[in-house]
C-alpha cells in the first residue's frame, strides 16, 4: 500500500469512528475515480496554516440540501488547522440570486444563524427565494429590518462576490453541485464518492493527505 493510501486509509477508519458510513476499502480510493485534482491548485483563501475545504453549493439544490446533515456532523470533527469556506454556485438565473441571497446574510452579519434556516425555507417550506421582498421578509426574522436586506442585496460588495464565486467555480472546473474541494486542489463529488455520505469521509481522508504533505 502506498504512502499516500495508508494516510487516506487512517482518515477513513477515524471518521467511520464516528459513525459516518464506511466505505468497503480505504485502499479504493484512487484518484480519477474517487476524487479528482484539478490541473492547477486554485488559490485558497485562509492562512498559509491551515487547509481549505470548500463546500460548493446552491440553495435551491436538493442533494446539496440532503447532504447538509451529514457534511455539517463532519465539520464539527474537523481541527484547528482546517477552515471551511462556503462557495455558492453561480450559473445563471435562480442560482445567482441564491448566491447573492448568501452573500447578504453574510453582509449583514446573519448568515451563520440563517444559512440552514433558507435550506429549509426552500424545501421544507416551499419558499421560492428569488424576489427580494420575499427575501426581505425572510430576513426581517433576524433582527435586520426589510429595507436593509433590500439594500444589502443590491449592494455593490454582494455583487462582487457573487462575480468572485463564479470566478472561483470555473477556476475549480465546477460544473454542478454538492462539491468539496480539499486545498484547493482535490475535487470530490457525488458521483466520485459514490454517495452524498460518502463525500466527508473522502474530504477528510484528503485533508490528512494534505497534512502529511506539509510534514514531508
Known amino acids: 500500500m502506498s504512502q499516500s493510501s495508508r494516510f487516506i486509509q487512517t482518515a477513513v477508519m477515524a471518521?467511520?469512528?464516528l459513525g459516518l458510513s464506511t466505505l468497503a476499502s480505504a485502499a479504493t480510493l484512487v484518484e480519477g475515480q474517487h476524487y479528482e485534482v484539478l490541473p492547477e491548485r486554485v488559490e485558497t483563501r485562509v492562512a498559509d496554516d491551515q487547509i481549505e475545504v470548500?463546500?460548493?453549493?446552491?440553495?435551491?439544490?436538493?442533494?446539496?440540501?440532503?447532504?447538509?446533515?451529514?457534511?455539517?456532523a463532519w465539520y464539527e470533527t474537523l481541527g484547528d488547522d482546517v477552515s471551511i469556506v462556503h462557495l455558492p454556485a453561480?450559473?445563471?438565473?435562480?442560482w445567482n440570486t441564491h448566491a447573492a441571497v448568501f452573500y447578504a446574510a453574510e453582509e449583514l452579519g446573519i448568515r451563520e444563524e440563517a444559512h440552514a434556516d433558507i435550506f429549509d425555507a426552500i424545501h421544507q417550506n416551499g419558499q421560492q427565494m428569488t424576489d427580494p421582498d420575499s427575501i426581505a421578509a425572510f430576513f426581517s426574522d433576524y433582527g435586520v429590518s426589510e429595507d436593509e436586506a433590500r439594500k444589502a442585496l443590491d449592494a455593490f460588495a454582494v455583487k462582487s462576490q457573487v462575480n468572485q464565486a463564479h470566478a472561483r467555480m470555473r477556476a475549480m472546473r465546477l460544473m454542478g453541485v454538492p462539491a468539496l474541494v480539499v486545498d484547493g486542489r482535490y475535487v470530490v463529488t457525488p458521483s466520485s464518492a459514490g454517495s452524498l455520505d460518502n463525500m466527508p469521509q473522502i474530504a477528510d481522508a484528503l485533508v490528512e493527505k494534505v497534512r502529511q504533505e506539509r510534514e514531508e
Do not use: I, K, R
Open 15 to 17: 471518521l467511520a469512528g
Open 54 to 72: 470548500t463546500e460548493a453549493f446552491w440553495y435551491g439544490c436538493p442533494h446539496c440540501y440532503n447532504l447538509q446533515s451529514s457534511v455539517e
Open 90 to 94: 453561480t450559473m445563471g438565473g435562480d
